[in-house]
């Protein structure tokens, strides 16, 4: 190799991310990248190369693609091409925004065939969904692979995948180097937030961690690596970023009934100005902790994001004053409002979909598409649904029975009122009773309540849904139009 070459391996920036619902923390992920684009500018590195995940959504707003390009033209006004893969969270079915940034001219999207630094071909694989991984076919690359045996002195493969020999891991990184028609010299991953650095054979395998903290799990400082490849081999390193801190305090409450005051003492112990403060109560179940006054007294301290963690066993999570959603559930205060609403089957389904933490937010649309589907195509088209009550009154009023009278009260039993759109008086038991007073020439939606000479007998319809009813004044006839049934009237 005539000279020494330095990439700077980086991933998972999840540009966008409003980590605990803050603006704030929004733009720390943007300046984290950003920090690291100026080490490599200021380092002068032959490339940057990102192993997925530099959005959080496949859906960035406009300010997080805006934000992305200039960071980006800056890097290219330093001559750094910029080498990318697809991740799992800014995935998407067709084209990609990297695509965007790729025929902008600010980014190269790395694939089966090598990019090329002097004599090391750097390949790329965009995430692969766990279930596709037994079925990968590796002949993707034979092309390549071929060409790669006598051009390249050096091998690099950025995937964006969860790795074995890493007790994480989903796919085998001894199957992915012994499977590739080419010799692989390193394995450079995201998807991981954490460093790790290992080997499998001759093959270096390691994750260069996130850029910052998406999770107070994530405790380690956020860090990139430079990999330097010359005659001697190849040598990864770890450089450390500077991101906001999070500061995180325990506290364990005993017999004292004073939490409060063991708490704010706890508190004044740390540094929380600027920071994500998490306090941590363990100890005795039975003391009650208002949460909203700690996170009050956290801000008072300074701190960025107040996050109050209740380690105890027992319900002892709220001041003595009663409510009905404890401070620290918002979801229960959901659920509640939710019980409010007159949601249709399919909106239940999206509230849960939306709500549900186990689905990754990215794969919320595609998961409602198939349940709404499924919720389709159980339904039955050709049994129209009424949804109203005057249209549940109309059909009950075609149907009555040889006495005159309906069985409504399945229908009404409910009601706030006791008239329904005809203007007749509807009592909220097991029968409907026809017969009371009708104003005449009283207007209903579509048609007119018409006074008769005619007598009026006790079971008679006519076509269309036009029903004689026996009141005071004789017949009473009303005409409706038939209603047109959509797909929302269903779910």
Request: aromatic content about 8%; proline content about 3%.
């Amino acid at each position: 190799m005539n000279r020494e070459i330095k990439l700077l391996h980086t991933a998972d920036t999840h540009i966008g991310y409003r980590q605990y619902h803050s603006d704030v923390r929004r733009q720390d992920f943007l300046d984290a990248f950003s920090a690291v684009i100026d080490d490599a500018i200021e380092m002068k590195i032959d490339a940057v190369v990102h192993a997925g995940d530099l959005f959080d959504s496949r859906n960035p707003t406009l300010d997080d693609v805006m934000d992305t390009m200039n960071i980006l033209s800056r890097l290219k006004s330093a001559d750094i091409p910029f080498l990318a893969i697809v991740g799992n969270h800014e995935s998407k079915q067709h084209t990609q925004w990297l695509d965007l940034f790729r025929n902008m001219g600010i980014a190269i999207r790395l694939g089966t065939v090598p990019y090329e630094v002097e004599r090391v071909a750097v390949y790329g694989l965009d995430s692969v969904a766990k279930s596709k991984i037994p079925l990968f076919d590796y002949s993707i690359f034979d092309d390549a692979g071929h060409r790669a045996q006598s051009r390249y002195e050096y091998n690099l493969l950025v995937m964006h995948q969860l790795m074995n020999p890493f007790a994480f891991g989903e796919w085998d990184c001894e199957e992915v180097i012994q499977s590739l028609p080419f010799k692989v010299h390193a394995l450079l991953l995201g998807d991981y937030h954490k460093y790790e650095k290992t080997k499998v054979g001759d093959t270096w395998v390691t994750y260069c961690g996130s850029t910052e903290r998406n999770s107070a799990a994530e405790r380690e400082t956020r860090s990139y690596n430079i990999i330097t490849i010359n005659s001697s081999g190849i040598d990864i390193s770890r450089r450390n970023i500077q991101t906001r801190e999070f500061e995180f305090i325990d506290v364990l409450l005993g017999d004292d009934l004073k939490a409060h005051e063991k708490i704010f003492s706890d508190i004044k112990e740390h540094d929380v100005s600027d920071k994500v403060a998490f306090v941590d109560i363990s100890g005795n179940p039975d003391i009650a902790v208002s949460f909203s006054e700690v996170e009050e007294f956290l801000l008072g301290q300074g701190a960025l994001v107040p996050r109050i963690r209740d380690m105890r066993a027992g319900d002892g999570l709220i001041d003595s004053t009663q409510v009905s959603v404890s401070f620290s559930d918002p979801d229960e205060a959901v659920k509640e409002e939710i019980k409010k609403m007159d949601l249709t089957d399919a909106g239940l389904v999206i509230d849960e979909l939306v709500r549900d933490m186990v689905i990754v937010k990215t794969k919320i649309d595609v998961e409602t598409e198939v349940r709404i589907g499924k919720l389709v195509e159980g339904m039955d088209f050709t049994d129209p649904i009424p949804n109203t009550r005057q249209e549940l009154v109309s059909e009950a009023m075609a149907g009555e029975t040889a006495s005159g009278q309906a069985d409504m009260g399945a229908v009404v039993k409910n009601a706030d009122d006791a008239k329904n759109a005809h203007g007749i008086v509807v009592e909220a038991n097991d029968e409907m009773n026809i017969g009371k007073e009708v104003p005449e020439n009283q207007c209903i939606d579509e048609g007119m309540v018409e006074n008769t000479d005619e007598q009026a007998t006790d079971e008679e319809t006519t076509d269309k849904g036009t029903v004689k009813v026996k009141a005071k004044y004789g017949t009473k006839k009303t005409t409706s139009v038939p209603k047109q049934y959509n797909l929302g009237d269903y779910i």
